[in-house]
């Protein structure tokens, strides 16, 4: 039988587990509003009651991982800016020799991208070999209603949430091959459910053509894409790429979900 020391300990240990488990889901419905939120509505959202809320917000406070608006609502705060780039850079350095394969079987550039926030983040690349070739600045940030990683990254959310985004960024055209309007775009979010793949064909950049999938069950929405000339990117190429692709999007989905090769 255990002694009562500790039957205590494991019940502080249990309850430091929960709340850390309910701090983390916190900041995660957090990101998903938006950033920022009243304490009502994370109740709401989370089943969990105010007060354990107010609680755990105050000790997020603290360390610096939230921050309260003068308007008394809470907002992810900037000490997370660091933990987000660090992640992301191993990110990028786990997806690279899953894009250098990409690249061997398809000729073209191969890019990883995340949704952050309302924005697509690129955080790898590997370069074609071609001297004509594709290059996006690792880092930079994009509206996702151009892109074909926009699209696959997108076509896992429901219309509401989308139309939602839409309407936060604008469409802006980057060329007269962008679509522009969020029936379009809906639209084109419905095609890439049915086929598994995304095209952006002219839409960011005229000459450009770039094919796209969601990498599944990946812990936060990303997607991995080829970017080329529209004489190679072609309709019979398609057929051959996008295959590629989604083999390779599994295994970059098995690889974040283990990168050390096993499992603690």
């Not at 894409?225 to 083999?247: D, F, H, K, N, W």
């Amino acid at each position: 039988m255990p002694t009562s020391s500790t039957t205590d300990s494991a019940k502080s240990s249990s309850g430091g587990v929960q709340s850390l488990e309910r701090a983390f889901d916190l900041l995660e419905r957090m990101a998903d509003a938006g950033g920022e939120v009243g304490l009502s509505e994370l109740s709401a959202s989370s089943g969990l009651p105010l007060p354990t809320i107010h609680r755990l917000m105050r000790t997020l406070v603290a360390c610096g991982y939230v921050r309260q608006q003068p308007n008394r609502r809470y907002a992810l705060g900037p000490r997370l800016i660091r933990l987000g780039e660090s992640s992301a850079r191993l990110l990028g350095t786990w997806a690279r020799p899953h894009l250098a394969r990409l690249v061997e079987e398809t000729g073209e550039t191969a890019n990883m991208a995340l949704l952050d926030g309302d924005e697509v983040v690129y955080v790898a690349q590997v370069p074609s070999k071609h001297s004509m070739r594709m290059f996006t600045e690792v880092g930079r940030r994009v509206l996702p209603h151009s892109t074909g990683v926009g699209k696959a990254l997108l076509a896992g959310f429901p219309d509401a949430e989308v139309r939602a985004l839409l309407a936060r960024t604008g469409m802006p055209a980057a060329t007269d091959r962008t679509i522009t309007t969020p029936e379009g775009f809906l639209a084109a979010l419905e095609e890439v459910r049915g086929t598994g793949y995304a095209v952006d064909d002219n839409e960011q950049e005229i000459g450009v053509r770039c094919l796209a999938v969601p990498v599944p069950d990946s812990p936060t929405a990303a997607a991995v894409s080829i970017s080329g000339p529209a004489g190679r990117v072609t309709e019979s190429a398609t057929e051959r790429i996008v295959p590629v692709l989604q083999q390779v999007a599994r295994e970059l989905s098995e690889a974040l979900s283990h990168p050390g090769g096993t499992t603690a």
